[in-house]
């Protein structure tokens, strides 16, 4: 079974500073995709970015950007110039890929603060 | 964008009664839903997955007879709590595949707050 590891349940950072969120999986598949997912204390589940494995680019999205190791299975989360409004619970995720429909896998989540 | 609309938000019910749950992809078919259960403070775990016309298939350790998944349209799937217990408090979210070629991606309802009392 594949299995999301998010090592810091809890991450800080200053206002307009980076912080980057750890994320390894374990899978003996070759093709499947890599998500970030951002929860706020609404708990509506956001998407923030995703990867897919075949793809050797990192993802970027505005402030958002990814250094995905698949050899080493990491995949972690840059965030630069931090904003208040990126506090938030983090969830790393995978997703199998297939010609059906599976499910998301969830890391435990790192919960971000930004301080002013 | 594709929105999976999520209804009730919150629920209170007493002790061994049934609550019902809604998922509604609004603007695409989903013919697959997904259920999951997130405890205070804790992950997302998947209970179910709900497919169009057929049995939803569970996750080990989730009882199919306390959480049943009806999807009986292409656009609609429900999560009833039978004989709720306060131990089935928790907070319930679906999900959707939302069907643009290459996205793959999966889209969240706001989630349901229940409360069994």
């Known amino acids: 079974a594949q299995t999301v590891t998010q090592s810091q349940p809890e991450m800080s950072v200053q206002e307009a500073e980076t912080v980057t969120l750890s994320c390894t999986y374990d899978?003996?598949?070759?093709?499947?995709?890599l998500f970030w997912y951002k929860q706020p204390p609404s708990r509506q589940m956001i998407l923030v970015i995703r990867?897919?494995?075949?793809?050797?680019q990192n993802a970027t999205e505005n402030r958002f950007s990814v250094n995905f190791q698949k050899a080493a299975k990491s995949f972690s989360l840059k965030i630069s110039d931090s904003q208040l409004g990126d506090a938030a619970m983090y969830f790393c995720?995978?997703?199998?890929?297939?010609?059906?429909?599976?499910?998301?896998?969830f890391g435990k989540g790192t919960r971000l603060s930004v301080i002013a | 964008g594709a929105v999976v609309s999520q209804h009730p938000s919150r629920v209170i019910c007493k002790s061994g009664t049934s609550v019902k749950i809604e998922c509604r992809s609004l603007?695409?078919?989903?013919?697959?839903m997904f259920w999951y259960r997130q405890f205070p403070k804790q992950s997302l775990m998947l209970m179910a997955t709900?497919?169009?016309?057929?049995?939803?298939?569970?996750e080990q350790g989730v009882e199919k007879d306390k959480f049943l998944i009806n999807h009986a349209s292409l656009t609609l799937s429900t999560l009833t709590v039978t004989s709720a217990h306060p131990e089935d408090s928790s907070f319930y979210i679906c999900?959707?595949?939302?069907?643009?070629?290459?996205?793959?991606?999966?889209?969240f309802g706001a989630g349901s707050r229940l409360t069994v009392l």
């Open positions: 899978t003996s598949e070759s093709d499947y995709y």
């Open positions: 709900s497919n169009e016309g057929s049995k939803a298939t569970y």
């Open positions: 990867q897919e494995a075949y793809k050797q």
């Open positions: 999900s959707a595949r939302v069907p643009v070629s290459g996205a793959n991606v999966l889209t």
């Open positions: 995720a995978y997703r199998r890929s297939s010609s059906g429909n599976t499910p998301l896998v």
């Open positions: 603007d695409f078919q989903a013919t697959t």
